[in-house]
C-alpha cells in the first residue's frame, strides 16, 4: 500500500548515517520543587545530528536526563522504533525559520522489510514539538500506528507538529487507560487508506475492561484527509473524564467524528468541518452501537446515560459554534444511490448532522439534549453548509476526487456491489492531499493553506473570531489567547451567546513589558523566560519568528504599527507597538 508524503529525497542523500553527536550544556531553566526539600538542577540539552538511527542512539545512551533537540530543515531517521521504558522523553524539533521545513522524523522497516508498527512504544510520558513526522518508510509503506501508549497515565503531548502522514489504523493509542493527551497547534494530513470507508482512527482510546481516558484536549489543529473516524472511545466499554474538542478545521472526512458514548464531560466548539462524513449510511445498520431498529438516526457525536446517573444530570455535553458543510457532490451521490437502492429494494442511505437536535423520537442523543434531565446539554448556532471561501483552489479540487473516491466507496460498501462494477478495477481514484496536485513532485512546503475569506465563518465562533484552527488567523488567535481563561469559564458555565472580546489596542499587558514603544532598531520583553516571540504587520502577515530570547533586533522594520505575540511556558500575550526611526 501506498500513499504520498514528503521524502525530501536529497537530505536524506546528504545526510546518511551520520555517527556524531553534539552536547551541548545549555542550562534550561528548570526549577524543579521536590517534595522532600527544595532544589534545582539543569536539564541538559543534547543536539542530535541528523541521520539514520541517530537519534535512537543518544535516546537508548542517556534516557530522560536529556531533552532531544533536531535541527530545523535536517532529516532524521528512525533504525527502530523509540520506547521511553520508565521516563519521561522530550523531543523538540529546533523553531524553523519562516516558512522553511521543520526537522524531519520518518519510521523505516525492520531486516524483513516489513515497516515498524509504530514510531513510538510510550513507555513513561512523551513530549513531542516542531517536528515533520513522515509515518511511512522510504519505499512509501506507511505504518500502521504513530504512537502506542502503554502505561496507566501516561501523557502524551504534541504540540506544533506535522504529521504526512500520521498511520493507516491509529495515530496516537492508548492501551493502558487513564491517559492524557494533549493534541495542539498541530497539521495532520493523510491518515487511514483508500480501500474502504471504515478504517482509521485517529485518537483510540479504552476497550472492554478499561477504564477510560483522563482528558482529551485537541485544540487550533488541522486535519486532512482523515479516516473513519476522530475519537474511538471503544463505545459503551469505557467512560471517559474529559474530552474538548476546540477550533480546529477538520477538511475531508470518510464515515465518523465520535465513537465514545460514556463522557463525564464533553466540549465540541468553534470547529470548521468541510466536507465531513461523506460516506452515506445505511438505514439497517443503525445505530452505531448497538442495531436498534427503535432509534434509527445516531449522529456524530455520541452520548448516553452514565451507568447509575442520577436526573436531572450535572455534567456538560456541549456542542456549540461548529461549521458543517459539504460539497454539492456528496449530496447528488447521495440521490443515486438511494435511486439505486429503490430500485433494487435496498435499504435507504443519509448523511448524518454533528447531533439531529429537532428529531426527539428518532434520536437517543436528539432525545437528551431536548430533556429537562439534562440541562447542560447544549447543542446549536451551527453553521450548515456554507462554503468557507477557501483562498487556495485546490481544497475544491481534492475535494472533486474525493466525490470521485467517494462514489465507488459507497457502493461497495452500502450496498455490497462488485469492485468490477466501478473501473478501474486496480485502484480508486486518488483524493489524498498531494501538495502539488500530482504524485510526481513531492516538494512543496507549506503543505496545506486553511485560510478562508467567508465573513459568516470568520465572525462565527463564540468569541466572534474565525471557526477552526486559529493558527491560520495569527492575529485573532493572539487576541483568543490573550481572553483564554475569560473564554474557557464561559464556556464551562454553559453559555451559548457569544462572548465579547476586548479590542487588540485594549489587551492589558500583565507582567510582562514590551519597550521601548515607540522603538527604533531593538525591542525587549521584560518579565519572560525563554519567550517565543512573533511579529506581525497590521493586517496579519507574520514578519519575525524569534526563540529564546528578550531582544529582537526590528532594524529591518520600516515605519509603521505593528503587533507583537510573546509565548511562553505559563502565559502568552498580545500588543500592539510602533517602529519610529
Not at 442520577?310 to 440521490?335: A, D, H, K, M
Request: aromatic share 12%; proline share 5%; with cysteine.
Amino acid at each position: 500500500m501506498r500513499t504520498n508524503a514528503l521524502f525530501l529525497t536529497t537530505l536524506v542523500i546528504n545526510n546518511l548515517i551520520s555517527k556524531i553527536m553534539k552536547k551541548i550544556t545549555l542550562s534550561l531553566v528548570a526549577a524543579i520543587l521536590s517534595i522532600m526539600c527544595g532544589f534545582t538542577y539543569a536539564q541538559q540539552v543534547l543536539i542530535v545530528n541528523p541521520g539514520i538511527g541517530t537519534l535512537n542512539t543518544v535516546i537508548d545512551q542517556y534516557k530522560g536526563t536529556r531533552i532531544y533537540q533536531l535541527k530545523a530543515g535536517e532529516w532524521y531517521q528512525l533504525s527502530k522504533p523509540i520506547e521511553n521504558v520508565g521516563f519521561d522523553l522530550q523531543i523538540i524539533g529546533e523553531v524553523p525559520a519562516n516558512n522553511e521545513i521543520p526537522a524531519t522524523l520518518q519510521t523505516n522497516y525492520d531486516v524483513t522489510n516489513a515497516t515498524f508498527n509504530n514510531m513510538f512504544s510510550a513507555k513513561g510520558n512523551l513530549t513531542l514539538k516542531n517536528i515533520y513526522f513522515v509515518n511511512c518508510d522510504l519505499n512509501s509503506s506507511v505504518a500502521n500506528e504513530f504512537i502506542v501508549s502503554q502505561i496507566t497515565g501516561n501523557r502524551i503531548t504534541i504540540d506544533k507538529c506535522v504529521l504526512h502522514p500520521s498511520g493507516v489504523a491509529t495515530t496516537i493509542h492508548d492501551v493502558a487507560g487513564n491517559s492524557k493527551t494533549y493534541f495542539t497547534n498541530n497539521l495532520a494530513v493523510d491518515f487511514g487508506h483508500q480501500s474502504s470507508p471504515n478504517d482509521g482512527h485517529f485518537f483510540v482510546y479504552g476497550g472492554a475492561g478499561l477504564v477510560g481516558l483522563d482528558s482529551l484536549l485537541v485544540e487550533n489543529n488541522t486535519f486532512v484527509c482523515m479516516g473513519m473516524d476522530m475519537f474511538s472511545g471503544s463505545f459503551a466499554d469505557s467512560k471517559h473524564n474529559y474530552v474538548n474538542f476546540n477550533h480546529n478545521t477538520f477538511c475531508m472526512t470518510k464515515s465518523q467524528i465520535d465513537w465514545a458514548v460514556l463522557k463525564n464531560e464533553e466540549y465540541w466548539t468553534n470547529n470548521l468541518f468541510w466536507n465531513a462524513q461523506t460516506q452515506p449510511y445505511m438505514n439497517n445498520w443503525q445505530p452505531m452501537p448497538g442495531g436498534d431498529a427503535a432509534r434509527p438516526k445516531p449522529n456524530l457525536i455520541f452520548a448516553d446515560t452514565l451507568p447509575g446517573e442520577i436526573l436531572p444530570s450535572i455534567r456538560p455535553c456541549f456542542v456549540e459554534y461548529n461549521s458543517f458543510g459539504r460539497q454539492q457532490g456528496f449530496y447528488n451521490l447521495l440521490t443515486e444511490m438511494n435511486t439505486w437502492g429503490k430500485a433494487n429494494a435496498k435499504p435507504l442511505g443519509y448523511l448524518y448532522d454533528l447531533t439531529w437536535h429537532n428529531d426527539s423520537v428518532n434520536c437517543r442523543e436528539a432525545q437528551m439534549f431536548n430533556s429537562t434531565g439534562f440541562p447542560k446539554f447544549k447543542y446549536g448556532n451551527t453553521l450548515k453548509d456554507i462554503d468557507p471561501q477557501w483562498v487556495d483552489s485546490k481544497i475544491y479540487d481534492h475535494g472533486t476526487k474525493f466525490i470521485a473516491w467517494s462514489r465507488p466507496a459507497s457502493f461497495i460498501h452500502g450496498y455490497g456491489r462488485a469492485a468490477t462494477d466501478f473501473p478501474p478495477t486496480s485502484q480508486w481514484t486518488q483524493y489524498w492531499w498531494i501538495p502539488s496536485g500530482d504524485l510526481s513532485n513531492n516538494s512543496v512546503w507549506p503543505l496545506f493553506n486553511g485560510v478562508y475569506s467567508n465573513p459568516q465563518t470568520l465572525t462565527g465562533s463564540i468569541e466572534n473570531l474565525p471557526l477552526g484552527d486559529l493558527n491560520w488567523f495569527p492575529t485573532q488567535k493572539a487576541l483568543w489567547l490573550s481572553k483564554k481563561p475569560q473564554i474557557e469559564a464561559h464556556i464551562k458555565a454553559g453559555n451559548t451567546d457569544k462572548i465579547s472580546l476586548t479590542a487588540i489596542s485594549e489587551i492589558i499587558q500583565q507582567s510582562t513589558m514590551v519597550y521601548p514603544n515607540p522603538a527604533k532598531n531593538e525591542i525587549q520583553v521584560k518579565g519572560t523566560i525563554n519567550p517565543t516571540i512573533k511579529i506581525y504587520s497590521i493586517d496579519s502577515r507574520l514578519l519575525l519568528n524569534i526563540n529564546g530570547t528578550n531582544k529582537v533586533n526590528v532594524s529591518t522594520l520600516k515605519n509603521g504599527t505593528y503587533i507583537i505575540s510573546i509565548e511562553t511556558n505559563t502565559h502568552s500575550f498580545v500588543q500592539k507597538f510602533i517602529i519610529q526611526k
